[in-house]
């Protein structure tokens, strides 16, 4: 997998003391971003924001040295830091509202229970982006990839590419429909079963963000059977099939001849 394959191109800092919570949390968040530095304390975590520039910093709230409240003060403060306004999200095993209420007084953009899951890390990933357009990323994958459709579709020119595009984008308004159904009902085998059917139709087509997006669902849901927690996967494939249709449509109509 290319760094581009990827839903996001940001750089991580992930501050945690627990080795094994460490790995698994950065394991996932490498399905969903470029780049992921670790830090095991506060001291460490310092110096690396005074080092590099990040797109997100996710910190346990209890460290050895300190807390995670001491390290996004120095960020924000610090002369030499480089991370003066990067978003930060809080990681804490309390459940405590006025504990939680007291670290997003402190700065931090969020604040998520451990375990951290794929979804919340999601949700973070997208608000960091909004929240950072005017900081230069890679590219992201394209929505309609036209070279990638020849390719599968073994053809000499991209005629075939386009015809399956549409045909894809004309199941898809009746497949949605029915994803959207079956995530209200609860539905997990069948929310599987539609997304295994969208996923047959993607492999023959040059649309690599969508088809992103959905292998990620279709991924977490070996793992999560809370489809509500899930709900930004899931609004990230009905956000990528109408952005798929309106390429499509332009794609056609800049195709017609004058």
Same mark, same amino acid.
């Given at each position: 997998?290319?760094?581009?394959?990827?839903?996001?191109? &940001?750089?991580?800092?992930?501050?945690?003391?627990?080795?094994?919570?460490?790995?698994?949390?950065?394991?996932?968040?490498?399905?969903?971003?470029?780049?992921?530095?670790?830090? +095991?304390?506060?001291?460490?975590? /310092?110096?690396?924001?005074?080092?590099?520039?990040?797109?997100?910093?996710?910190?346990?709230?209890?460290?050895?040295? #300190?807390? #995670?409240?001491?390290?996004? +003060?120095?960020?924000?403060?610090?002369?030499?830091?480089?991370?003066?306004?990067?978003?930060?999200?809080?990681?804490?095993?309390?459940?405590?509202?006025?504990? &939680?209420?007291?670290?997003?007084?402190? #700065?931090?953009?969020?604040?998520?229970?451990?375990?951290?899951?794929?979804?919340?890390?999601?949700?973070?990933?997208?608000?960091?982006?909004?929240?950072?357009?005017?900081?230069?990323?890679?590219?992201? !994958?394209?929505?309609?990839?036209?070279?990638?459709?020849?390719?599968?579709?073994?053809?000499?020119?991209?005629?075939?590419?386009? /015809?399956? /595009?549409?045909?894809?984008?004309?199941?898809?308004?009746?497949?949605? !429909?029915?994803?959207? +159904?079956? %995530?209200?009902?609860?539905?997990?085998?069948?929310?599987?079963?539609?997304? &295994?059917?969208?996923?047959?139709?993607?492999?023959?087509?040059?649309?690599?963000?969508?088809?992103? %997006?959905?292998?990620?669902?279709?991924?977490?849901?070996?793992?999560?059977?809370?489809?509500?927690?899930?709900?930004?996967?899931? *609004?990230?494939?009905?956000? %990528?099939?109408?952005?798929?249709?309106?390429?499509?449509?332009?794609?056609?109509? *800049?195709?017609?001849?004058?």
């Amino acid at each position: 997998m290319t760094a581009l394959d990827l839903p996001f191109q &940001h750089r991580i800092l992930l501050i945690e003391d627990d080795n094994v919570s460490l790995f698994a949390a950065s394991e996932m968040l490498s399905r969903l971003t470029t780049m992921i530095d670790m830090a +095991r304390d506060v001291a460490e975590a /310092i110096e690396q924001l005074n080092t590099v520039s990040y797109n997100l910093v996710i910190a346990d709230i209890n460290l050895p040295d #300190g807390t #995670g409240i001491d390290i996004i +003060r120095s960020a924000y403060s610090a002369a030499e830091s480089k991370n003066k306004t990067t978003p930060f999200v809080a990681l804490t095993a309390h459940q405590d509202k006025n504990k &939680h209420q007291a670290i997003l007084e402190s #700065g931090f953009m969020e604040v998520a229970t451990k375990p951290l899951s794929l979804a919340r890390a999601y949700l973070f990933l997208e608000r960091c982006s909004s929240l950072q357009k005017d900081k230069p990323v890679p590219a992201a !994958l394209p929505v309609i990839d036209l070279e990638l459709g020849m390719k599968r579709m073994g053809a000499k020119n991209d005629e075939k590419a386009v /015809i399956a /595009i549409g045909m894809l984008v004309e199941s898809l308004e009746e497949d949605i !429909l029915e994803l959207k +159904r079956l %995530q209200a009902s609860n539905n997990i085998i069948a929310v599987r079963e539609i997304l &295994h059917k969208i996923k047959g139709g993607l492999e023959y087509s040059g649309v690599p963000r969508l088809q992103k %997006q959905v292998d990620l669902l279709y991924s977490e849901l070996n793992t999560n059977t809370d489809l509500s927690a899930l709900q930004p996967l899931f *609004d990230a494939i009905y956000e %990528q099939t109408m952005l798929l249709t309106t390429a499509y449509q332009q794609l056609v109509a *800049d195709r017609r001849p004058n």
